[in-house]
Structures are given as C-alpha cells and as structure tokens.
C-alpha cells in the first residue's frame, strides 16, 4: 500500500519500548492499563499513515542481571529473557487489538502456536497492509540486547528512525532525577553518544546506527504530544544522527 500524503518527517518508524513501560508502579509486572496508554499514543499516529513497528524489553518481568550474580549461565538467562519479551509483546497485541488496531507478533524464537516465526518479507508485508508489526524474542541469540534488536530489524524493515521510548524527555549528562543541575541535549552525534557513554541505547545498537546512518530519536512517550510532534518535524527530545545531516 502506498504511503499517504501525510506531510510527516517519517513515513515508517521503529518504536523501541523498555519492558518497564508495560509494568505498574512497582517497576514488576504487566498492567494493562499502561499497554492500553502505549496503544492509544501508537494508533494516533498510525492512522495518519505511519507503518509502525515495535520491539519491546523484558525488564518488568525477568532481569538477567539477577540470574547471572546468582550463578545462571549467561546463555540461559538471556534466552529466559527472551521468553519474557514475548510475554510482553503478546500484552501489547492484545491492547492493541481492542482498541481495533489490527496487529501481528513475529518471534526470533520460534513458537508458533502464539507468533508468527520472524520473517523480513511478511513483516514488511504486514507493514504494508497497514497492520502494526510488534517484534518479539529479541535477535533471537544471546549476548544481543533488545536495543540491538530494535537496531537491527528496523534497519531490515527500512524504517526512517529508531524512535526510543523512555519516562523523561531526552538525553541528560546525567540522571535529571537525582541532579537538579543536568543538562540536557538536543542533539548528539553517534560518536559523542558513544564516547561521552551516554545512555542512550548500548554501544552495540548506536554502532549499527551509526554505520547504516539510521537516527535515534529519543522522547517521552508519556507526554501525549510527544509522538505526534516528532513525526511532524517539530524539535523534541533527543534526535542522534551524523553530524552533518
């Protein structure tokens, strides 16, 4: 299907999702009411025309840092967090899908009976036919993180940025929850990011942006303008490019 004549800066995006923002207060867990806000925000700008897809974390239900300090090998910890990111990934389906936003889950990891294997051309397919592509199951290999899969298959969909969701409105120097005096940036260069080691997404993610000349957009999606407004063009958050575009 063709793209419609929206007048907005992207036209297909990948919305990077931490695990966390599908959990309620106590940081654990899955609360439909947040996936329910997180449909809400994406269907807004779906139904001006944006093909939209997603690759979401597990931190609200499995963290493997806690595997691996007690003993777990790495391997199996990140597979288990693999798991749990299709867990979530199925949530914001069905969140989706009640508010009438017809959506498709693919899995790196192959379980068929609740998501689609993870196959390049259907997704972009599914895109195409103006369904919602919710990504799950990471790379599909550990040692990967999400933001690397975010990475990685919005560079395989084509999309024109990777949009990282997150609770404040941009990169700081520092944490601005604890530091009244933070500073934050409008704009970064991949190589500023990486250097000053800021946490934007780890260095693996920012490295493969950097060599495809993909932008990293980062927001808050709990602003409810936030979305709109970067699609339209208009400054907002933290844009991550090449220092001359």
């Not at 920012?206 to 993909?214: G, R």
Request: aromatic content about 6%; hydrophobic content about 45%.
């Amino acid at each position: 299907m063709a793209h419609k004549e929206n007048g907005l800066k992207f036209q297909r995006i990948l919305l990077k999702l931490s695990g966390e923002s599908l959990a309620g207060e106590d940081g654990f867990g899955i609360n439909p009411d947040q996936a329910t806000y997180i449909a809400q925000r994406v269907k807004e700008v779906h139904e001006m025309g944006v093909d939209v897809a997603i690759v979401i974390g597990a931190g609200n239900l499995w963290r493997g840092r806690r595997g691996l300090h007690a003993g777990m090998d790495r391997a199996t910890a990140d597979y288990m967090g693999m798991l749990a990111t299709v867990m979530n990934a199925l949530a914001l389906m069905d969140a989706f899908e009640r508010i009438g936003v017809f959506t498709r889950v693919q899995s790196a990891i192959e379980m068929r009976s609740v998501a689609e294997p993870y196959i390049r051309r259907r997704a972009i397919r599914h895109l195409e036919k103006d369904r919602v592509v919710i990504f799950g199951g990471g790379t599909g290999n550990p040692y990967f993180s999400t933001d690397t899969a975010a990475a990685l298959r919005a560079m395989e969909i084509d999309a024109n940025v990777l949009i990282k969701a997150t609770k404040v409105d941009g990169v700081y120097d520092k944490d601005p929850n604890k530091h009244p005096d933070a500073e934050k940036f409008d704009r970064l260069t991949y190589i500023d990011t990486l250097n000053r080691r800021l946490e934007v997404m780890d260095s693996t993610a920012v490295s493969l942006c950097m060599e495809n000349k993909l932008p990293i957009l980062v927001l808050n999606l709990w602003d409810e303008e936030a979305l709109l407004k970067a699609l339209r063009g208009e400054r907002i958050g933290t844009l991550v490019n090449e220092e001359d575009m």
